[in-house]
RNA sequence: GGGCGGGUAGCUCAGCCGGGAGAGCGCCACGCUUACACCGUGGAUGUCACAGGUUCAAGUCCUGUUCCGCCUACCA
């Protein structure tokens, strides 16, 4: 353990948490003792998640803020278990974000980055991540996370430079790179390729022009439809579908191309659907994907009519120079002009816009790099069949394997400046490519100097797919790459399964030989209250500093994690934050309030089995199934059941009834050991419950514990509990519930008969067997207290009860004496809704045991169950009923 | 077109392997009881979307219908 400092308790708790400079203090003592430091080299098992590297343009949003809380929530949780663990941070260069971002900034003074050239606008762009990136990493340590920052990573950084280098020579020398004009999604606005899963389609409303091009030879011509008349420019075919009887003679002639008086031929290609508008399909290979497949089939020629601004080139005639919506207003007037419009009809259709600027995508042939990606993938879907790595929730397998298996090569290579220039060079004196990890001096085969270097960067993704072990030191064989690859968990949105998952699944297990992660837990989106996607534009962001800075950051976190159930979208909500802030101040309080009535040396009693009362023993039996469900809900990745375990116990079990429990023997005087023992509980419990909620609320635990235990530890470092079934206590569990239900019956009584809560009253429990009056003789102090009471009888027998209000507590009867008070019409009325509640469950409870088949087939466990259900209920009913006969009597006798 | 998820209390949702419908908020009543009014006590509220089926038993399993989300896809 390195050197640690203490901080000194205070001598009692603030009467309120605050929750700004409790957060910023013990952030900053963390950081101090070094406690999210990780060794690469330890005892300890190694527990590893890598962080989804934000964007260095990013600001924290909510689903920042809600994945980073489950990392820090289960790095927390296994470190505390006695894991070496890392949290990996770092950030993404973010390519063509940051870019925009420079270049905005840029516009500003008027400039634009081809006014800088390229190596003055790389300064500029590391002048700016210098500046003003790295903003979120400031942001996530508000959040509170644990991750071990002297090894924070940039993909730009020298080494992972290097990794992505080595890595694109290894697919290059393998065959799995390769260089080609193909048809790619192309952004006119940034001015670069970008992948299949860059573009986003949407629907939008358009209109489908019908458009007849006229046979060179003979009369009449052929009909086609297109929602994107412009292209027409580009036509280098018609094609049909080959069993269409309407067009088979027509196969093989020739049309002429309206206002470009081109000759285009007729083909026939299965693509093409009969029953789709008029058969036949206009064929730009330059401008569809789907038409330069065709093209490939059919040897057509390709001709592109726009330039990189999806401008009109000379390749358009008349149209030179036409923006493409310009021109397609053009087209649609010339053609009519011409008579070759044939219909034009409202159509709504889906468009492709790029992610990151929503231009509309202009599908356009060029010279790119691709990865052959068909094999690697294989091997990862075999990974997760195999069970190496696991996708949690495994729904989302289906979605993994469909997409794997339907693979098709990724267009890595981008036309923009801020990324990974790709390490190929063309020897301008013999036209040799070189591709090398290291900047070469000369051709290898003519030994001449003047080499230049391939003028694209790499997709983004690329350098984020090897990120579990660029950050390690791959290609270096550290040791940290030995401890924590593959690593344990990685925590992420499922909008990046396909985009980032996948890719690092398959670059693993290529480079590696070994799944990147053991664990993939995918989280859900964060909406609004509505269940909105939250955006900029409908107004409707929660902005998550702004909840930490009014409600605090573990309210925050809490909220965070009892909202994440596995497969539902997570709807953000300001009340539900104020609940939880509710939930610290609760804390905090019952924090206040034993420390009012504990000694310092507390911890340290040694209580005598005997000396526990029912209640001591019952919270601890409650505590210990508590750190069941929540240790099972984190191994789980069930952070919604964990939450909600603890805020059960916490507030309803710990606060509402065993603080309550426990003030008269603090209070009193007369039993030193009871009360020792109370205290020793008291201590007990709550420094477990600080334990296991660490994890959620770290701050909020932090600066309880420093304060109550006071002994210069740190709860963050201290030992997760874990179960032990020897605190687990059957007895006292039932014994408790017992005396609970006999209070809140009483309790019940006063509400529903309305009786002043101060009135004092007198109450008889009758109890059949010596074995349930010992019992709720061990809860008289508690009853009398806790239900308002003067006196308190406990008797073997029924006795007459007049005047009295009556209820069925289990096997117990309980009168409340309200002679005098008594309001008899009342009394009837909740005796009455009472019988008829039980009615109800019997006539269930009979249907059921008056079934022979139930009887024969079912459990004989869950016959048994019903038998004593109806028994219970019965006598419960009698119970009442008799009540009810003395109540009559007593109103007919006055 | 294909796939996935969902329709449970006024709202937001939880309900694992089928065996007595839950939570939070909200609502109603009462209470400033010396930890907390950011509180306490008590209370009301559900044809578990609809229709079939399997089963002794279905919110839970199966089939179909319907509505709502999301993902995915080359019908111009």
Redesign the pocket.
Same mark, same amino acid.
């Given at each position: 353990m390195r050197g640690k400092k203490t901080f000194m308790g205070k001598e009692a708790l603030t009467?309120?948490f605050e929750p700004r400079t409790a957060e910023a203090r013990w952030y900053q003592y963390w950081l101090d003792n070094d406690f999210f430091h990780a060794a690469d080299e330890s005892a300890k098992k190694p527990f590893s998640i890598v962080i989804p590297p934000p964007n260095v343009t990013g600001m924290l949003h909510m689903g920042h803020a809600l994945n980073n809380v489950l990392q820090d929530i289960c790095i927390r949780y296994r470190r505390m278990q006695g894991y070496n663990t890392l949290w990996m941070p770092g950030m993404d260069h973010a390519g063509i974000a940051t870019q925009n971002v420079v270049e905005q900034e840029l516009a500003r003074e008027g400039l634009t980055r081809h006014d800088l050239g390229r190596e003055k606008f790389i300064e500029r762009v590391w002048e700016w991540k210098a500046k003003y990136g790295g903003v979120i990493i400031h942001q996530l340590k508000r959040l509170g996370c644990s991750c071990d920052w002297s090894r924070e990573r940039f993909t730009m950084d020298e080494g992972l430079s290097r990794a992505v280098r080595e890595v694109f020579v290894r697919l290059y020398n393998d065959g799995l790179v390769y260089r080609g004009d193909y048809i790619v999604n192309w952004c006119p606005r940034c001015r670069t390729a970008i992948s299949?899963?860059e573009v986003?389609?949407r629907?939008e409303a358009g209109h489908?022009w019908s458009i007849r091009y006229p046979f060179v030879e003979g009369e009449g011509g052929i009909v086609?439809?297109?929602?994107?008349p412009e292209t027409m420019l580009g036509d280098t075919a018609v094609?049909v579908?080959p069993g269409d009887e309407r067009y088979r003679e027509l196969v093989g002639r020739e049309v002429v191309l309206p206002l470009m008086n081109r000759r285009i031929p007729v083909i026939a290609d299965d693509?093409?659907?009969?029953?789709?508008?008029?058969?036949?399909?206009?064929i730009t290979p330059a401008s569809?994907?789907?038409d330069f497949a065709m093209a490939e089939r059919h040897r057509l020629d390709i001709i592109r009519i726009m330039d990189e601004g999806a401008v009109i080139n000379k390749n358009g005639g008349a149209y030179e120079g036409q923006d493409r919506y310009e021109c397609r207003r053009n087209v649609v007037r010339d053609l009519e002009a011409g008579g070759y419009l044939v219909g034009t009809e409202p159509?709504a &259709?889906?468009i492709g816009q790029c992610y990151r600027c929503k231009t509309h995508i202009e599908p356009a042939v060029s010279r790119q790099w691709f990865v052959r990606i068909a094999p690697l993938a294989r091997a990862a879907t075999a990974a997760v069949i195999t069970g190496k790595t696991r996708i949690i929730p495994s729904?989302?397998e289906?979605?993994y394997f469909?997409?794997m298996n339907?693979i098709r090569d990724w267009c890595i290579s981008r036309q923009i400046w801020w990324g990974h220039r790709i390490p190929v060079w063309n020897c301008e004196g013999c036209g040799r490519m070189i591709v090398a990890a290291r900047d070469p001096d000369r051709c290898p085969d003519c030994g001449g100097a003047a080499l230049g270097q391939e003028e694209d960067v790499l997709d983004t993704w690329f350098s984020s797919a090897l990120w579990p072990f660029s950050t390690l030191g791959w290609p270096e064989r550290t040791g940290a790459l030995a401890t924590f690859y593959p690593t344990s968990l990685l925590v992420t949105g499922f909008?990046i399964l396909?985009f980032w998952v996948a890719r690092m699944m398959m670059m693993g297990i290529y480079v590696m030989k070994e799944v990147p992660f053991r664990d993939v837990y995918l989280h859900a989106?964060v909406?609004d209250?509505?269940?909105e996607?939250m955006s900029k534009s409908k107004g409707n962001i929660i902005d998550p500093l702004e909840m930490m800075d009014r409600f605090g950051t573990d309210a925050f976190r809490f909220t965070l994690a009892a909202?994440t159930?596995?497969?539902?979208?997570v709807?953000m909500?300001e009340?539900?934050i104020e609940?939880y802030?509710?939930?610290?101040?609760?804390i905090w309080?019952?924090t206040?309030?034993s420390m009012?009535h504990i000694g310092e040396d507390a911890a340290r009693y040694v209580v005598r089995r005997e000396d526990a009362s029912v209640a001591d023993r019952w919270i601890q039996s409650r505590l210990n199934r508590t750190v069941v469900e929540v240790v099972r809900g984190l191994d789980e990745y069930?952070f919604?059941?964990a939450a909600?375990a603890l805020?059960?116990f916490i507030? &309803?079990e710990f606060?509402?009834?065993y603080?309550?429990l426990v003030?008269p023997v603090l209070?009193g005087n007369d039993d030193d050991a009871a009360r020792r023992a109370a205290q020793k509980t008291l201590v007990d419990v709550l420094q477990t419950s600080l334990r296991l909620l660490h994890p959620f609320m770290p701050f909020l635990t932090e600066e309880i514990w420093q304060t109550l235990v006071a002994d210069g530890s740190s709860v963050m470092v201290s030992e997760y509990p874990a179960p032990d079934e020897a605190a687990s206590d059957p007895d006292a569990e039932r014994e408790m519930a017992l005396i609970m239900e006999v209070?809140?019956r009483i309790?019940?009584i006063?509400?529903?008969m309305?009786i002043?809560?101060?009135l004092k009253l007198r109450a008889t429990l009758v109890a059949p067997g010596g074995e349930l009056q010992a019992t709720l003789e061990k809860g008289r102090v508690a009853i009398t207290i806790l239900a308002?009471l003067a006196g308190l009888t406990i008797a073997g027998g029924a006795a007459e009860q007049k005047g009295a209000a009556m209820a069925v507590a289990g096997p117990v009867q309980v009168y409340v004496q309200l002679a005098g008070v008594i309001d008899i019409a009342a009394e009837e009325s909740r005796l009455q809704?009472e019988i008829a509640r039980v009615d109800k469950?019997l006539a269930?409870?009979s249907r059921?045991l008056g079934?022979p088949?139930?009887l024969?087939?079912?459990?004989e466990a869950?016959v048994r169950?019903?038998q004593e259900?109806a028994r219970?209920?019965g006598e419960k009913r009698a119970a009442l009923e008799a009540a009810r006969t003395r109540l009559s009597t007593l109103a007919a006798g006055g």
């Open positions: 009467k309120v299949d899963l986003e389609y629907q489908l086609v439809a297109t929602t994107r094609a579908n693509y093409v659907t009969m029953e789709f508008g008029s058969g036949a399909v206009k569809d994907p789907n159509y &259709h889906n729904s989302w289906a979605t469909d997409w339907n909008d396909f989106l909406r209250e509505q269940g996607k909202f159930a596995q497969g539902r979208d709807r909500s009340e539900r609940g802030k509710y939930f610290v101040n609760k309080n019952a206040r309030f009012m069930r919604n059941d909600a805020y059960q507030w &309803h606060c509402d009834w603080l309550e003030k209070y209070i809140t309790r019940n006063r509400g529903e309305n002043a809560p101060s308002n809704k469950d269930v409870v059921k079934n088949e139930f024969a087939k079912a459990a869950v169950k019903e259900k219970e209920l």
